[in-house]
């Protein structure tokens, strides 16, 4: 397939709601209310906003360019940018990290049909928040209910594929991502009109600058960059996809914008909630899964009929949240397996699909019965997400940014970001700076504080 005749999406539309979809993910409902409610509220979130135009954005950009210029996947996209260098192996652990991530995370987006299940059942009534605790925990242990779920939600995620660019992945994010948007307003609208919602409001809008310091820089600026889905190889093969009329820039912010207030109407409705029946929401992932159906229960029980229905709604948007990050996930390694080894788009993505099936199934044994079994201390499915978020993703995007910065030719970038000089790109030389200077040092302070190295 050559430069020319490549699949493109159909519409700016579909490239700006497929690209956010690619960012929204379940990180964007839990781990950011989770941590601006340790880090002082309003306070982080002004410090990641900060760290989105700063270091989000122009990375975001380069991957983009990365994958619109080399019309490749993204491990080809390094060999036809820089030919018979090392550089080639960036693209390889974007493709190696997006597989795994897809193997593992599938595991928690299937838990969120499970929860639909329940929260449609009424499964919620009557109980403590010690018997939410002992009921999640029989479920993760089970060994095959949580497998079926993962399953389930990765054949979702093959249909959707299998379809192609266009009729698959676009039309999908034109359909998921309006209702992801609907469901988040209407969960907010229910829950600001609690009693009591009024204290939650507060605490995500007033700044607590007296929480401030090295580690809420840091936490702001790892939110940022893993909430944008950044080093993972996602965005560069969707780029491969764009149109060469797409404004790269414009492009970045928009998706960016669409990904932040999505974790911010996130926590309009995950603050207000638990404040009004007085739970902190500090619970981290826990909080997606014993702390929310606690809330929905306290906060609603007097109404059983809007109490499931609201808490039906609220799994449904994590699952779609879950599914848009699956999609584009599946699509790193399928576009990798069908381009560099010629197999069928339908051959490689069941071989993608099969893959994770199998990885998904041992991580989530491994939170049950194999639980016993660790590497270096960790479980299958902890040791993933170590490898991946703390140590892939951070290297993949400080090797963006040196490559965009430091390697390519500086016409290619100005070509690219100004679509040939048809668009006025103002940010160039400070974008050039960032790459170059800003991102590579904010992004090596983030893996040494994730490793833990940092004190």
Partial sequence: MTRNDRVNFGSKLGVILASAGSAVGLGNIWRFPYETGNHGGAAFILIYLACVLLLGIPIMIAEFLIGRRSRANTAGAYQKLAPGTSWRWVGRMGVLAG???????????????????????????????????????????????????????????????????????????????????ILLIVLVFCSVSLPGAGNGIRFLLKPDFSKVDADVLLGAMGQAFFSLSLGMGCLCTYASYFRSDTNLPKTAFNVAAIDTVVAILAGFIIFPAAFSVGIQPDAGPSLLFITLPNVFQQAFGSMPGLAIVLSMLFYILLALAALTSTISLHEVATAYLHEEFNFTRGKAAKVVTGGCIFIGIFCSLSLGVGKEYTIFGLTLFDLFDFVTAKIMLPAGGFLISVFMGWYIDKKIVREEISNNGTLKVYIYRLLIFILKFVAPIGIAFIFVNELGLLK
Wanted: charged share 15%; glycine share 6%; aromatic share 16%.
């Fill in 99 to 181: 597989f795994l991530i897809l193997g593992y995370y599938s595991v928690v987006a299937g838990w969120t049909l499970e929860f639909i299940v329940e929260a449609a059942t009424n499964s919620f009534a009557g109980k403590s928040a010690a018997d939410f605790i002992a009921s999640f925990d029989n479920f993760v242990s089970n060994p095959w209910r949580p497998a079926l779920w993962l399953i389930l939600f990765l054949l979702a995620t093959h249909f959707i594929i299998v379809k192609g660019v266009e009729k698959g992945i676009e039309k999908s994010a034109k359909i998921m991502m309006p209702m992801l948007f």
